[in-house]
């Protein structure tokens, strides 16, 4: 078991472009969660699914910001237009779901820079 | 809105002291609240965690005291070690039915051996 992958693990992209995270959750998990981490605001959530269906996103700026998950093996975060104050560590976490949260399998995390 | 908030923001104790790190909550819908620790350059795991029925949980050197009524948690490290040196997060889970957590801003802690 690779635990939750994610790619890439740094990404460096000039303000106004397009970053693409990917996740791949642990096999046999059924909910997929996106949080971001900063020292300022530290660990944030995004959204997450449940058996691929959206069903929280409350965490997500609404603009530019989002996610889906169209097969059980990955899911994606895309930022449209990034901004510098997009740079951070975003989290991709996955749990059997089989119940209420669980225990959360956090992946290494994609370092986004916004320059 | 800031719901879970933990002090002190860092702590240092000395190897084999017990370190003590506060946590409390503003949200009386939580009901489930997991600790999380966070190694430098690793990504947070969990450590222990702890519903609402019960105002204890150990697990060896680790012990959440909880206070339903006051809305505050606490962790104990007893004979704390180097290794036990990292950044612990107090999370809270509501009841309302989504999984989202909520994460405090942590407690960056270090033990000198």
């Known amino acids: 078991n690779a635990g939750v992958i994610q790619t890439p693990r740094h990404k460096v992209t000039g303000k106004g472009q397009e970053a693409t995270l990917w996740c791949e959750p642990i096999?046999?998990?059924?909910?997929v969660f996106w949080y971001r981490q900063t020292i300022v605001q530290g660990l944030e959530f995004l959204t997450y699914?449940?058996?691929?269906?959206?069903?929280?996103d409350s965490g997500m700026p609404k603009e530019r910001f989002s996610a889906q998950m169209p097969n059980q093996s990955h899911s994606t975060l895309k930022i449209q237009s990034t901004q510098p104050q997009d740079s951070a560590v975003y989290l991709c976490?996955?749990?059997?779901?089989?119940?209420?949260?669980?225990?959360?399998?956090f992946g290494h995390g994609t370092k986004l820079s916004v320059l | 809105q800031q719901q879970v908030r933990q002090s002190p923001q860092s702590l240092t104790v000395w190897e084999g002291e017990t370190a003590i790190l506060n946590c409390s909550y503003e949200?009386?819908?939580?009901?489930?609240f997991p600790w999380y620790w966070q190694f430098p350059r690793e990504s947070p795991a969990l450590l222990i965690a702890?519903?609402?029925?019960?105002n204890k949980k150990e697990d060896g050197r680790f012990t959440i005291f909880f206070n339903k009524r006051e809305k505050k948690l606490s962790l104990h490290i007893t004979d704390s070690q180097p290794g036990d040196s990292a950044t612990y997060f107090c999370?809270?889970?509501?009841?309302?039915?989504?999984?989202?957590?909520?994460f405090g801003s942590g407690t960056q802690l270090t033990v000198m051996p």
């Open positions: 976490a996955s749990s059997l779901g089989t119940g209420g949260v669980e225990r959360l399998f």
């Open positions: 096999s046999g998990h059924s909910a």
């Open positions: 699914f449940r058996n691929q269906a959206p069903i929280d």
């Open positions: 949200d009386s819908t939580f009901d489930y």
């Open positions: 702890i519903r609402p029925v019960s």
């Open positions: 999370a809270g889970e509501g009841s309302s039915g989504s999984w989202q957590l909520i």
